[in-house]
């Protein structure tokens, strides 16, 4: 399949009901603020190799998984770059693009994939990958200054001509010493600009469509605090269900039933957190098939030292009013919905994040 990959033919441009495949220059040295990024899907990948590799690692099992990329990396050329660095993305494996230290024509093809990647299918870039991506951009800067010096000094050896890809020029604030310029640093700035431009489209969407960025941040903070203490996988998902679910609630039975997943959300957060304390409080846990899924828990936290008498009070009111909104009545705004889901979190950010100070001591 590598064999077949080349630079032509990976995406094309829909416009006036037409398909015009890209010239693999497309925006190349484009950058600023209003750079270049497809955000209407009119931009399309038609790379038959792309496509297959991604299929092809989708298919495999664990051991052909941790294969793929260290093998894909061996077999690049500068030809199937652009192919390689953007199946890379499309599995999530950032890091194995950023493992690549080079600064030879193969490399700055590599990046000029992972740009157009960027550029044409930014969805499939996470926001911790473009912070991956950003600071390795810094470290490209440097290696291509080194090397460039290093061939610099073929200059100085007779040699009155630059070597290929390499320019001088002074420095914006005064006119010496002299900066030396390549391929490589256009690549590094250029790439930085598309990763401010997909941040700031994806923040203006979060805008637009009444997500708050502050909870979001809050959510992805409760996030790491449940992974890294090791509460269940079907609780981390459910925050995401609830996320996807609040977006798309339009009727009075939609609403009602995300308000009933965030209650039961609080619900598992506060008994698993009671379960995580119990080997270092002394006393087990609350259990019992027929009890309560939340009040004895709550008391439990509360006994512990991890809440206080006014927090397990506010807490309790929060989920009768999650009950009642959720299970007996019809009619529950979404503007409530919203309140209630950040009041939740915030509560849970709260109390795990006492939990983890707690296990610390």
Not at 4 to 15: G, I, K, L, S
């Amino acid at each position: 399949m590598l064999s077949q990959a080349t630079p032509e033919r990976m995406y094309c441009h829909r416009a006036l009901n037409q398909d015009t495949i890209l010239d693999p220059k497309a925006y190349q040295n484009f950058t600023g603020p209003g750079t270049f990024v497809d955000t209407a899907g009119t931009v399309r990948l038609v790379s038959e190799p792309a496509e297959m590799l991604q299929r092809l690692y989708a298919a495999a099992g664990l051991e052909e998984r941790a294969a793929f990329a260290p093998t894909l990396i061996a077999n690049v050329t500068e030809v199937n770059a652009r192919v390689a660095a953007r199946t890379l993305i499309a599995i999530g494996d950032v890091a194995a693009l950023c493992g690549v230290r080079s600064t030879d024509r193969r490399s700055i093809e590599l990046w000029r994939g992972a740009i157009h990647a960027l550029r044409f299918e930014s969805t499939l870039v996470s926001d911790s990958d473009l912070d991956v991506l950003e600071h390795h951009s810094r470290l490209l800067d440097r290696w291509a200054s080194a090397d460039a010096y290093e061939r610099l000094k073929a200059r100085t050896a007779g040699d009155s001509r630059l070597p290929t890809g390499v320019g001088i020029r002074p420095t914006r604030d005064h006119p010496g010493p002299w900066e030396v310029r390549t391929d490589l640093h256009g690549i590094a700035g250029e790439l930085r600009s598309v990763i401010a431009r997909v941040r700031y489209l994806r923040l203006a969407h979060k805008l637009r469509t009444g997500q708050n960025p502050a909870l979001d941040a809050d959510r992805q903070v409760l996030l790491s605090r449940l992974h890294s203490l090791g509460f269940s996988n079907a609780l981390i998902s459910a925050c995401g269900e609830i996320e996807s679910r609040i977006s798309t609630a339009r009727t009075d039975i939609d609403v009602k039933s995300v308000m009933d997943l965030v209650r039961t959300f609080l619900e598992e957060v506060v008994e698993e957190a009671s379960r995580k304390i119990e080997h270092k409080v002394g006393s087990p846990a609350p259990s019992g098939a027929k009890m309560s899924h939340y009040t004895p828990y709550r008391q439990y936290l509360e006994n512990g030292g991890i809440i206080g008498p006014e927090e397990s009070e506010l807490l309790q009111k929060l989920y009768n009013f999650l009950s009642n909104q959720g299970a007996h009545r019809l009619g529950t705004a979404p503007e409530q919905l919203r309140v209630a889901y950040a009041t939740v979190i915030e509560w849970c950010m709260l109390v795990v994040g006492r939990i983890q100070a707690y296990l610390r001591v």
